[in-house]
């Protein structure tokens, strides 16, 4: 536990704006709610309540206390974020402005699984990833870009059906 107190405290820090810092830190907190203990998860009740409210009302910023992200996030012009709850987002990932990462619902009606993300992944803004895909480590996301495939590590893609520039 105090080891992750560091994390998020060197996370928060190292976010650019105030917006940023409080973005992340409500997120942060209201995933203690996850604990088994139920000492900490009736304690993080208020933060699951501000995430829902500041977060997602205020600032359009949904990513569910439920949603597993690696420690080093950064969130650059946090505003109309979506992050399906199911989504797993490996350490020091970057998301910007317009991301929407989720799952899709298939023509037999079902649900796909969500996508899973490696660490250091870098999102440009209104990037979106949709259905059950992986993403390598240290995958970079051109703005704009639909990404309905897995991607292996290192790659860089931009643009509407994926084009891969390596």
């Known amino acids: 536990m105090l080891k992750n107190i560091g994390h998020v405290w060197r996370e928060v820090k190292a976010a650019g704006s ?44 949904e990513i569910p206390h439920r949603t597993q992200i690696g420690f080093g996030l950064k969130i650059y012009h946090p505003h109309c974020i979506v992050v399906n709850s199911d989504v797993i987002i490996g350490a020091n990932c970057t998301l910007r402005q317009g991301v929407t990462i989720g799952s899709v619902i298939n023509r037999e009606g079902h649900t796909t699984k969500s996508p899973v993300l490696g660490n250091q992944v870098e999102l440009g803004a209104n990037a979106i990833l949709l259905g059950d895909i992986t993403l390598g480590d240290n995958v970079k996301v051109g703005a704009g870009t639909v990404v309905t495939k897995s991607l292996a590590a290192g790659k860089v893609v931009v643009g509407y059906g994926v084009r891969e520039l390596n």
């Open 18 to 61: 105030v917006k940023a810092k409080l973005v992340i830190l409500l997120f942060r907190l209201s995933t203690i709610y996850q604990s088994s203990n139920a000492l900490l998860k009736i304690i993080s009740i208020p933060f699951v309540v501000l995430n829902k409210v500041i977060n997602e009302w205020l600032f359009c910023v």
